[in-house]
T-cell receptor, first 113, second 111 residues
């Protein structure tokens, strides 16, 4: 049972480069999320997708774009990477509706020089 | 903006000690979740509390949701090194399906 799979696990970019972080879940969940985690700041929501074909901005969407390719896959794209985007990125999925547990991937550690 | 503040931010204790971690907000939430995160991994759900005043137990961990549903606590009895990790509270923002996470409490239990 893979759960939520994120690729790559590590990446180093130069300022201005672009990159897409991939996320796939095999739990048939409708809702998927992208978060970033920085020291002392917990998890901050970047984008959210309630269902296939829909996306919504979270708390920190600037500099990012997302695509809900199908029910399983939700990708996060950095068009022009900046050092402030150095972070650990987590993808999560859940059953739709309130009070539902989120299932997280193991994260992508991204450094931008 | 709805915020969840956790305290303490860091906690280092000896094996066998008891501890309490707090999650506070000025907003009312319909439910609140607690997650634990270990190094190199994503957070894993421990519990969801829904009713004001609710108490849930998970082995040596006791979770309580405040009567007014604005705050929550996590109490660990006789902490063990395996309890080491980052503890995060999370709640769903009002009128949305977007979750807000607290700043986290980093716990280290020394053998």
């Amino acid at each position: 049972n893979a759960g939520v799979t994120q690729t790559p696990k590590f990446q180093v970019l130069k300022t201005g480069q672009s990159m897409t972080l991939q996320c796939a879940q095999d739990m048939n969940h409708n809702s998927m999320y992208w978060y970033r985690q920085d020291p002392g700041m917990g998890l901050r929501l970047i984008y959210y997708s309630a269902s296939e074909g829909t996306t919504d901005k979270g708390e920190v969407p600037n500099g990012y774009n997302v695509s809900r390719l199908n029910k399983r896959e939700f990708s996060l794209r950095l068009e022009s990477a900046a050092p402030s985007q150095t972070s650990v990125y987590f993808c999560a999925s859940s059953v739709s509706g309130g009070n539902q547990p989120q299932h997280f991937g193991d994260g992508t550690r991204l450094s931008i020089l | 903006t709805q915020l969840l503040e956790q305290s303490p931010q860091f906690l280092s204790i000896q094996e066998g000690e008891n501890l309490t971690v707090y999650c506070n907000s000025s907003s009312v939430f319909s439910s609140l979740q607690w997650y634990r995160q270990e190094p190199g991994e994503g957070p894993v759900l421990l519990v969801t509390v829904v009713t004001g005043g609710e108490v849930k137990k998970l082995k040596r961990l006791t979770f309580q949701f405040g009567d007014a549903r604005k705050d929550s606590s996590l109490h660990i009895t006789a902490a063990q090194p395996g309890d080491t990790g980052l503890y995060l509270c999370a709640a769903m923002g009002s009128g949305t399906y977007k979750y807000i996470f607290g700043t986290g409490t980093r716990l280290k239990v020394l053998a």
